[in-house]
């Protein structure tokens, strides 16, 4: 028994970061596809455990149409709750447009995101526009917030296949990350929304973004893990020299308005990887998986990360549950 109770063994690998960054998105990527309102104390406190768990960065909630998406209609009530925690450059939250900008300023928010589409199908079904109207509708959002001194950054949707137009170039990808990158944003971040990547598909991506002058250290990736892949896709972008990753709390995802889109890679399972590694990420473990098992107390169902359950698994083994 050489292994600490909740850890693997560590066994670097020579071509990885010495550190990840981890861009947790489960309380907003999470959250915001679960028919059910979640209370909005129980939101604050999943907030406050995965910053106590250690995680650098928590995107909170969206300033969306509550329309759109009524399980995050509760973004002023949540900002609220969070006081100063929701008031710093590590809680970005989710702003479409000058109207969600707007709230956001009001609460003291410091830090946004932006979020376009890959794809003109996606584009119309999750922002009501073409990929060229909402540029244009993201302009003066990120304009006004790097006035204000705020933290943009770029979200690019359906990077590797989309749900109703099936594979999309890696030209009309780069065409969108490049144009959110000259509106001034920060960070971009690659979704697979619908979790179709594969390795040989990230390093392809990855190589057009960076002939194309986007850096990696200012690019996160995003996967979704549909088909399982997700975490094979995450080490493939870390090889490449990524550093920031995207990851949901016990696995839990998915968007709304894209047909077939399920969790996201579970930052566990990711954690679990890259402790095996000898990655630093700073995130304590044990505590994040006992956040996800109390979430999915509060859901209903179990986590769908291997990672949570496991865990879970061993926790009932020692006390003799079994
Ligand atoms: P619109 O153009 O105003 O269209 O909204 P609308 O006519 O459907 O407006 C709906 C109502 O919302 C109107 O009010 C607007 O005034 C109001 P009503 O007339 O019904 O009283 N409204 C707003 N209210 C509050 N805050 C606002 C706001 N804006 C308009 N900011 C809009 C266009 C973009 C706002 C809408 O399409 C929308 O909210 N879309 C958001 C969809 C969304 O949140 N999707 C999930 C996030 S993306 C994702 O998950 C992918 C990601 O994880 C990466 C990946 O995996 O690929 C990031
Ligand atoms: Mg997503």
Redesign the pocket.
Same mark, same amino acid.
């Given at each position: 028994m050489s292994r600490m109770a909740g850890l693997p063994a560590v066994h670097p690998v020579a071509g990885l970061p010495a550190a990840v960054r981890i861009y947790e998105?489960g309380a907003?990527?999470g959250l915001?596809?679960e028919s059910t309102v979640v209370p909005v104390a129980v939101k604050a406190e999943l907030v406050r455990r995965l910053f106590a768990a250690g995680l650098p960065v928590v995107e909170t909630t969206? *300033?969306? #149409?509550?329309?759109?998406?009524p399980q995050?209609a509760d973004?002023e009530e949540l900002l609220a709750d969070l006081g100063e925690l929701g008031r710093s450059t590590n809680a970005p939250v989710?702003?479409?447009?000058?109207?969600?900008?707007?709230?956001a300023l009001a609460l003291g928010v410091r830090a946004i995101?932006v *979020?376009g #589409?890959a794809t003109q199908t996606?584009a119309q079904r999750?922002?009501?526009?073409s990929v060229a109207e909402?540029l244009a509708?993201f302009e003066p959002v990120v304009e006004q917030a790097r006035e204000q001194g705020l933290w943009v950054r770029a979200?690019?949707?359906?990077?590797f296949g989309d749900p109703w137009e099936g594979p999309v170039p890696v030209a009309s990808v780069v065409h969108v990350a490049r144009a959110l990158m000259d509106l001034g944003c920060q960070e971009l971040?690659?979704?697979?929304?619908?979790g179709v990547a594969t390795p040989g598909h990230v390093v392809a991506l990855l190589d057009a973004l960076g002939s194309a002058g986007i850096a990696r250290d200012t690019t996160a990736v995003?996967f979704?893990d549909t088909y399982g892949q997700a975490l094979a896709n995450t080490v493939t972008a870390l090889r490449e020299g990524i550093t920031i990753v995207?990851a949901s709390a016990g696995g839990l995802?998915?968007?709304?308005?894209?047909k077939s889109?399920t969790g996201?890679l579970a930052t566990e399972d990711l954690l679990w990887a890259l402790h095996g590694l000898g990655v630093h990420t700073g995130v304590d473990l044990d505590a994040l998986a006992a956040t996800s098992a109390w979430l999915a107390g509060h859901l209903g169902r179990p986590s769908p990360s291997r990672v949570v359950r496991a865990l879970a698994g061993g926790a009932s083994a020692e006390n003799g549950n079994l």
């Open positions: 998105v907003r990527d915001q596809n969206s *300033f969306v #149409s509550p329309r759109w998406v995050l973004a989710l702003v479409p447009n000058v109207r969600g900008l707007d709230r995101a *979020f #589409s996606f999750n922002l009501g526009r909402s509708m979200y690019v949707s359906m990077c971040s690659i979704g697979d929304t619908i995003h979704h995207d995802g998915g968007c709304p308005y894209a889109a996201n």
